[in-house]
């Protein structure tokens, strides 16, 4: 069993920045297969950041994700962020997920 916890959401008016925790727990040893995803309200999920540096189009250049492996804990760095960057957004790693943090962007 593995557990994914995320942390960092909150309500941030646009083009401020947000910092997203996920730590791992359980039998997990390498984290570098945790990945960030979202889901805005009324859309599917979609990948945010996957690996070391491949993101989806609508955040390249304002997100950024890293790792920090004997914390067991991945970071999503979200700067200038949208209100189009509403939602909430989830790490995973297999079929394994988090619950969930929520990130609301004002206009």
């Known amino acids: 069993q593995v557990q994914l916890v995320e942390s960092g959401g909150g309500l941030v008016q646009a083009g401020g920045s947000l910092r997203l925790s996920c730590t791992a727990s359980g039998n997990i040893a390498n984290i570098n297969g945790i990945n960030w995803w979202r889901q805005a309200p009324g859309k599917q999920r979609e990948m945010v950041a996957i690996?070391?540096?491949i993101y989806a189009d609508s955040v390249k250049g304002r997100f950024s994700i890293s790792r920090e492996n004997y914390k067991k804990t991945v970071w999503l760095q979200m700067n200038n962020l949208k209100p189009e960057d509403t939602g909430v957004y989830f790490c995973?790693?297999?079929?394994?997920w988090g619950q969930g943090t929520q990130v609301t962007v004002s206009s």
């Open positions: 690996g070391n540096n």
């Open positions: 995973a790693w297999g079929v394994y």
